[in-house]
C-alpha cells in the first residue's frame, strides 16, 4: 500500500481556512479510495472526509460536512481537504489513508503517518 504525507496545517483564527493536502510518498494510490481522519487532543481518531479513486463521489462526517471539501487532483496523487469556517474543535492533528470503497470509514492499513497539526484560536 502506498505511504502517504500530510501537509498544510497550521495556526488559525476561527472562521479561518486552511487547505490540506495528501500526497504519495514511495508509490502511487490513485486507484483506491482516500480519506482524512483527525484525531483531537485527548481523543481517538475518527473520520472525517473520504474520496473515491476518480474523484466522483466523496463522504462528510456530520460535524463538518457543508464545512469541508475533499477532492483529488486529476494525477489521483494528490488529494486535498479545503477547511473553512474553522471552529476550535477541529483542532487536531489530520491523517490521510487508504481506504476501502465499500466503506471510506476504515482503513486499509494500520500505518498512519506524522499528520499535519491543525489548531484552531478562540
Known amino acids: 500500500q502506498a505511504q502517504v504525507a500530510e501537509s498544510g496545517g497550521g495556526l488559525v483564527q476561527t472562521g479561518g481556512s486552511l487547505r490540506l493536502s495528501c500526497a504519495a510518498s514511495g508509490r502511487t494510490f490513485s486507484s483506491y479510495s482516500i480519506s482524512w481522519f483527525r484525531q483531537p487532543p485527548g481523543r481517538e481518531r475518527e473520520f472525517v472526509a473520504g474520496i473515491n479513486w476518480d474523484g466522483s463521489k466523496t463522504y462528510y462526517a456530520d460535524v463538518v460536512k457543508g464545512r469541508f471539501t475533499i477532492s483529488r487532483d486529476d494525477s489521483k496523487d494528490t488529494i486535498f481537504l479545503q477547511m473553512n469556517a474553522l471552529k476550535p474543535e477541529d483542532t487536531a492533528v489530520y491523517f490521510c489513508?487508504?481506504?476501502?470503497?465499500?466503506?471510506?470509514?476504515?482503513?486499509?492499513?494500520?500505518?498512519w503517518g506524522q499528520g499535519t497539526q491543525v489548531t484552531v484560536s478562540s
Open positions: 489513508n487508504e481506504v476501502f470503497y465499500s466503506d471510506v470509514k476504515v482503513s486499509r492499513s494500520d500505518t
